[in-house]
């Protein structure tokens, strides 16, 4: 079983230009993680920075993923565990089954 998450990235305050060059690798670094299905949506933020959708195995192969990600741009991350839609329905569902998901009345 896989898990997902939503990390934001916001670079260090440094000058753009002194990291141009590393900022060039970090796409194909990226790139080999959308190609083995490790990360399924990528974008960069307007400004600096990026989003990205991980899904992954383990913890572990998400702290693997950030170390990497901020030796090749030191940025700090916001990291938002997700639950896919049919998964939150499935839960919606049972709720509303078990009389969870009724509103009392008034």
Not at 48 to 72: C, K, M, P, S, Y
Not at 81 to 86: G, Y
């Amino acid at each position: 079983m896989t898990a997902l998450f939503l990390v934001i990235s916001t670079p260090r305050p440094e000058r753009p230009s002194e990291f141009a060059a590393r900022r060039q690798s970090f796409w194909p670094w990226i790139g080999q993680y959308q190609a083995s299905g490790a990360c399924s949506h990528i974008y960069a933020r307007v400004g600096r920075g990026a989003v990205a959708v991980f899904n992954i195995e383990n913890h572990d192969q998400l702290h693997r993923i950030l170390n990497e990600w901020a030796d090749i741009i030191p940025a700090e991350f916001e990291v938002y565990p997700l639950v896919d839609v049919e998964t939150t329905r499935k839960m919606l569902a049972a709720q509303v089954a078990a009389g969870k998901g009724v509103p009392s009345p008034s």
